[in-house]
């Protein structure tokens, strides 16, 4: 007889698959899981590109520190009003439809960032391909959350690798077509733009139904034996979990946002050895997948707090101590580790976790827009405290203030299950 801890463990897949199909199912589901894990790694190469290019928007449109760290990290501010509003709709409508629509507004939009004439067209720009970011980054971890849910963490972690992949892509790719393009800075936006108007148009065409919508419908609920604990979602937990969320997101974006230009600017590093420098952050995002198989066992409130601990330390060493080029190479792997690896994979799952499954595309969508709408100011309120008060002043408000208050909500986050057959986590 399956125990009660094994039954929660199990995915919706593996408990409406017959025996006899299961092992195929869930391969197809691994293959097609992959699938929208590539259409990731094309968001991570878009939205990492800018920031290296940054600098020469900035010489070219004659902005300041605090108006270029803006536009940076302004599509977050997308992101975050979207994130929600994506989620309800994919409760409401097909979550394939929610994808590839977000995929061709935030690659659209991107072709037309280097059309810009000054500040405020790139802002726009900048904030509407957040909105496509928000549809599609809430439709492939709704996708992945449901799919897989007795391995919810792992799944995504392994999203956020996929990330990971394209944003140690996107600078080190986007820098190569830069050069190649006699200093252009137009091109990587280009290029980046149209490989994702492609890869929207082959998720349109492949991605089956069956995989995308699966859980959508309330019989597939009750089948599996889920419990589902009707309409109210939005608790006290909630809360606490959206506040931490907008803090380390603007901890993650202020780094994101101005770490290549304090590189430059204020290390003197190379446009090649700065990018290779930004690009370690994807590849501490691949620790998604050991964060993401650790906390589907030891829960994930410990892993959050310890990540914390790390990212304040690593912060304050990246800005104010570290000089030498190999330094902050590996500073910033760490970096990735804990903010992408751990922190943002665990609130997900997390604040997925604190709802009915039912209410998991609403989840998703507010823990997008929870981790992304501080990060659309995160740009210009470190810039501004950068150009002010210098570098040391604002790493000190930035990656030590902000994560402190985040460790506190964590700490009086209570998730309990409403029973032993519910699959959430």
Excluded at 32 to 47: H, Q, W
Excluded at 82 to 104: E, I, P
Excluded at 354 to 361: F, T
């Amino acid at each position: 007889m399956t125990s009660p801890t094994k039954e929660t463990s199990m995915s919706l897949t593996t408990v409406l698959a017959p025996p006899d199909t299961r092992r195929a199912s869930r391969l197809v589901g691994i293959l097609l899981y992959l699938f929208i894990a590539c259409s990731y790694i094309v968001n991570g190469m878009d939205r990492t590109v800018f920031a290296n290019l940054n600098s020469y928007a900035q010489t070219d449109l004659h902005l300041n520190l605090a108006q270029s760290g803006f536009i940076t990290t302004a599509f977050a501010i997308g992101f975050g009003i979207t994130g929600l509003f994506a989620g309800y709709l994919l409760d409401k409508f097909k979550r394939k439809n929610v994808l590839v629509v977000g995929m061709l507004i935030y690659s659209v939009f991107t072709i037309l960032i280097p059309l810009s004439q000054g500040f405020w067209d790139m802002s726009t720009y900048r904030v509407v391909t957040g909105i496509g970011e928000a549809m599609q980054q809430t439709a492939i971890f709704t996708m992945a959350g449901v799919f897989f849910a007795g391995r919810r963490n792992l799944a995504l972690g392994g999203m956020n690798a996929a990330y990971g992949i394209g944003s140690f892509l996107g600078p080190i790719v986007g820098v190569q077509i830069f050069l190649a393009g006699s200093n252009n800075w137009h091109l990587p936006l280009y290029v980046f733009g149209i490989i994702g108007l492609i890869y929207a148009v082959l998720l349109l065409v492949f991605l089956p139904g069956h995989f995308s919508e699966y859980g959508h419908a309330p019989r597939e609920i009750r089948a599996a034996g889920v419990r589902d604990s009707g309409g109210r979602w939005f608790s006290g937990t909630i809360c606490l979990l959206v506040v931490a969320n907008v803090l380390l997101g603007v901890v993650n974006y202020s780094y994101l946002g101005l770490y290549p230009t304090f590189l430059k600017g204020q290390l003197g590093f190379s446009v090649s050895t700065a990018a290779l420098a930004a690009s370690m952050y994807g590849v501490g995002a691949f620790a998604g997948l050991i964060s993401g198989y650790f906390a589907d066992k030891l829960g994930e409130k410990r892993l959050i707090l310890i990540a914390i601990a790390g990212s304040i330390i690593v912060g304050l060493l990246m800005f104010d101590v570290a000089r030498a080029p190999w330094q902050q190479i590996v500073l910033s792997l760490f970096f990735g580790i804990f903010n992408s690896g751990f922190l943002f994979v665990n609130i997900y799952a997390l604040t997925q976790r604190s709802v009915p499954i039912r209410h998991m595309g609403k989840a998703s969508g507010l823990a997008s827009s929870a981790h992304y709408i501080g990060a659309g100011f995160a740009g210009a309120i470190f810039g501004a405290i950068a150009a002010s008060a210098g570098w040391g002043a604002g790493s000190l408000a930035v990656f030590v203030l902000a994560p402190v208050i985040a460790g506190v909500c964590i700490i009086l986050v209570r998730i309990r299950l409403t029973s032993k057959t519910e699959v959430a986590a």
